[in-house]
């Protein structure tokens, strides 16, 4: 469904992304796994229009994607930000609302509110309160909730772990299970790589700009350098 | 002190005010820093003055003329330097003030660096009152509008604004040009109330002029620009009596409260009719309890 071929990006004179390819099919979770700087986030701002890029293509339905974050929004691929990004001074629901910006069906619109706030019982509870003043973990939730309210078809999400209690960790991958299954496609960037690989069906590993593997999440992860490269296993 | 003397004052005030509005759209609901307002200022008053003088408009339509002008060519400024970013946004409107003044310092047409008198006495206290009043309440309109949020959102978080899917570039421009249009009508009423213009009158002190009232009255706040220009336009002229050291004076105050208060005379909050009573009814309450909470202090 969506199709990366040959991406480069380039940082002034720094390669980041050299030759990048990828493709996902509708329905699956797919995980890019790697180390700090290997250009995971850099891929997923390029797919969201945030970065321009100087060689490859990126399709969407066979279609090209316009390097213009709120086209791409538009054409239902939603991006939650590393680091969460949520609009610290607006309530809960406000935020949560800002999610449907694009849409009009108001009914629909109520209607995938429900489900995020069943998805996270958690905000409902929390809906007056101010997005600020939320934990962390909330605000990863926060941050989902309102990449769900666009009503998207894929949905990137950028580290959802980072800088969360391990506790929390285990329940942020249990609702990217669960959003998979509202029949959203996932792409997933992690460092987790042990969390990401248990709930992915497939997965890339990217290493200095450059695919360095893929396959099926459980190949990756039976794999005996990517074992002892992210997974911390002494072989 | 006579009525007149405070009328003219007021006046100023809501002149300044006027351009204050507009930049309290830019800089406190849409998080942009302009120190360039005085050249939209220059260009609606030199504007409406050619408009009035050379071919004899009524006042009205030659202050909208001066409006639109104002805010087209922020429309062609903001094409170019809005994608900068932050600082460097700033620093672009700053030399767009400072070309302007240099410009009309050359266009004889316009009676160059000498200036340009005999326009006619058009603005009174009650146009400027009734144009701030219309002004106040399609700024508050606006901010209150689908649009408005969209550009509190892009000033709150300007990358997670594009993640939901807000054109931020065209809320920025829509944003530039409203505050450029109420400058060019300041300029206007300014032309036809000091009957005389001069690039002089626009120069980058009149831009930090107007950013620091919007600052001072409160980021983000409607009533707090209104507060703002009516404090620091008539602290000047209330401190006349101590002649050479009341600008000195100014600055202090200036200072004071921006330490004591650095969110602003009003910081963020708004002086209607229902929050006033909010704050009425607390204030009664919080007398109210004062002894019962005294008397369980010792429980604590």
């Not at chain 2, 690039?199 to 919007?214: N, Q």
């Not at chain 2, 602290?235 to 002649?243: G, Q, T, V, Y």
Request: glycine share 10%; aromatic share 8%.
């Amino acid at each position: 469904m969506l199709k990366v071929e040959d991406l480069n990006v380039f940082y002034g004179g720094i390669h980041a992304l050299k030759g990048v390819s990828l493709d996902i099919n509708k329905g699956e979770i797919v995980t890019i796994i790697g180390s700090n700087g290997a250009g995971k986030s850099t891929l997923l701002n390029a797919i969201s229009g945030f970065l321009k890029y100087k060689q490859g293509i990126i399709t969407y339905k066979d279609e090209k994607l316009p390097i213009n974050p709120n086209k791409v929004v538009k054409m239902g691929i939603s991006q939650v930000p590393e680091g969460r990004l949520v609009f610290a001074n607006l309530t809960v629901e406000d935020n949560i609302m800002l999610g449907a910006f694009l849409r009009n069906d108001k009914n629909k619109i109520k209607e995938d509110l429900e489900k995020v706030y069943e998805l996270f019982p958690r905000l409902k509870e929390r809906e007056k309160q101010i997005a600020g003043t939320l934990s962390g973990g909330e605000q990863q939730m926060l941050a989902m909730g309102r990449g769900l309210m666009s009503d998207p078809e894929i949905m990137l999400l950028d580290e959802p772990s980072l800088g969360l209690a391990p506790l929390l960790v285990q329940t942020v991958f249990d609702i990217i299970v669960n959003i998979s299954k509202m029949d959203k496609t996932i792409l997933l960037v992690e460092q987790n790589a042990y969390k990401a690989l248990a709930i992915a069906d497939r997965a890339y590993v990217l290493e200095q700009g450059k695919i360095k593997m893929e396959g099926s999440a459980k190949e990756i992860a039976d794999n005996p350098s990517i074992r002892e490269a992210y997974l911390g296993v002494k072989i | 002190m006579d009525l007149y003397y405070i009328q003219g004052i007021l006046m100023l005030a809501g002149i300044n005010l006027m351009s204050v509005l507009g930049l309290s759209l830019l800089t406190g609901f849409t998080g942009m820093f302009s120190f360039g307002h005085a050249g939209f200022m220059a260009i609606g008053g030199y504007t409406s003055a050619m408009m009035t003088v050379n071919y004899g408009w009524p006042f009205i339509p030659a202050l909208l003329m001066g409006a639109l002008t104002a805010a087209l060519m922020s429309a062609l400024i903001g094409k170019l330097t809005l994608n900068l970013k932050g600082d460097y946004f700033c620093i672009a409107t700053l030399g767009f003030g400072e070309a302007i003044r240099l410009v009309l310092d050359n266009v004889q047409y316009f009676g160059g660096a000498r200036g340009w008198p005999g326009i006619p006495n058009y603005t009174n206290f009650t146009n400027v009152l009734i144009i701030n009043i219309i002004a106040i309440i399609i700024l508050a309109n606006i901010i209150r509008s689908r649009q408005g949020r969209n550009m509190i959102a892009v000033r709150e978080e300007e990358l997670a604004s594009q993640i939901v899917g807000i054109n931020v570039f065209k809320y920025k421009l829509i944003s530039l040009m409203i505050s450029a249009a109420y400058a060019g009508i300041a300029g206007g009423l300014m032309a036809h109330y000091m009957t005389f213009l001069q690039p002089k009158m626009f120069s980058l002190v009149k831009s930090t002029e107007l950013t620091i009232i919007v600052i001072f009255g409160g980021l983000g706040s409607i009533s707090g620009s209104v507060l703002g220009a009516l404090v620091l336009t008539s602290l000047p002229e209330i401190l006349r009596s101590f002649s050479n050291w009341r600008l000195v004076i100014y600055g202090l105050s200036v200072i004071v409260i921006m330490i004591s208060r650095p969110e602003g005379l009003m910081g963020g909050y708004e002086l209607t009719p229902s929050s006033m009573k909010k704050l009425f009814t607390r204030m009664r309450s919080k007398k109210g309890n004062l002894p019962k909470s005294m008397e369980g202090g010792d429980t604590l």
